[in-house]
T-cell receptor, first 114, second 112 residues
Framework: AQSVTQLDSQVPVFEEAPVELRCNYSSSVSVYLFWYVQYPNQGLQLLLKYLSGSTLVESINGFEAEFNKSQTSFHLRKPSVHISDTAEYFC????????????FGTGTQLKVEL | KAGVTQTPRYLIKTRGQQVTLSCSPI?????VSWYQQTPGQGLQFLFE???????NKGNFPGRFSGRQFSNSRSEMNVSTLELGDSALYLC???????????FGPGTRLTVL
């Protein structure tokens, strides 16, 4: 069965500390991988994507994610978080052959504290 | 370039009523998808439209329907509303064969 798992529902972290949000997927077909961020009372913003090529992808605000095919993972990392990074983060996968729909994980609430 | 817009942003209805939500994609985007977000079920795919044709459908009852117009704007309709239909409904658009989808701010539907 095709699925996406975000094991951590909440991750508290102090400002300027590093953080990793975990995402694993289960699939027998090729995948396209995405991370979206959602701020309170807003829609989803695309943070970064892996479609092909380099397995390490970066966003403009310091986040990065690495596609690991053998471990079927796409973990999101940031070396130093800021209070403004407080939001909910969703990992999403498009499974090839299944149309263009996104299958989402359950989300990880990142709370950055002073 | 303007992003995806959704109207209305907030809506309150009572059980048994029907509701229509509207989505205008990013200019040039011809694919529109709809998702439902609830605390219990998370984000779930409803359907996708491309060039006025439904291309993919999620696992929702027939009370949920949609359509797309020639200008790529899309509407979704929910008939005979139930309390469980209370959710944030998100619309996303996609450019041609690109894989990434861009989301609107959502319509918050409350069913009383």
């Amino acid at each position: 069965a095709q699925s996406v798992t975000q094991l951590d529902s909440q991750v508290p972290v102090f400002e300027e500390a590093p953080v990793e949000l975990r995402c694993n997927y289960s699939s027998s077909v090729s995948v396209y991988l995405f991370w979206y961020v959602q701020y309170p009372n807003q829609g989803l913003q695309l943070l970064l994507k892996y479609l092909s090529g380099s397995t390490l992808v970066e966003s403009i605000n310091g986040f990065e994610a690495e596609f690991n095919k053998s471990q079927t993972s796409f973990h999101l990392r940031k070396p130093s978080v800021h209070i403004s990074d407080t939001a909910e983060y969703f990992c999403a996968v498009t499974f090839t052959g299944g149309g263009n729909k996104l299958t989402f994980g359950t989300g990880t609430q990142l709370k950055v504290e002073l | 370039k303007a992003g995806v817009t959704q109207t209305p942003r907030y809506l309150i209805k009572t059980r048994g009523q029907q509701v229509t939500l509207s989505c205008s994609p990013i200019s040039g985007h011809r694919s529109v998808s709809w998702y439902q977000q609830t605390p219990g079920q998370g984000l779930q795919f409803l359907f996708e439209y491309f060039s006025e044709t439904q291309r993919n459908k999620g696992n929702f009852p027939g009370r949920f329907s949609g359509r797309q117009f020639s200008n790529s704007r899309s509407e979704m309709n929910v008939s005979t509303l139930e309390l469980g239909d209370s959710a944030l409904y998100l619309c996303a658009s996609r450019l041609g064969q690109a894989w990434e989808q861009f989301f609107g701010p959502g319509t918050r539907l409350t069913v009383l």
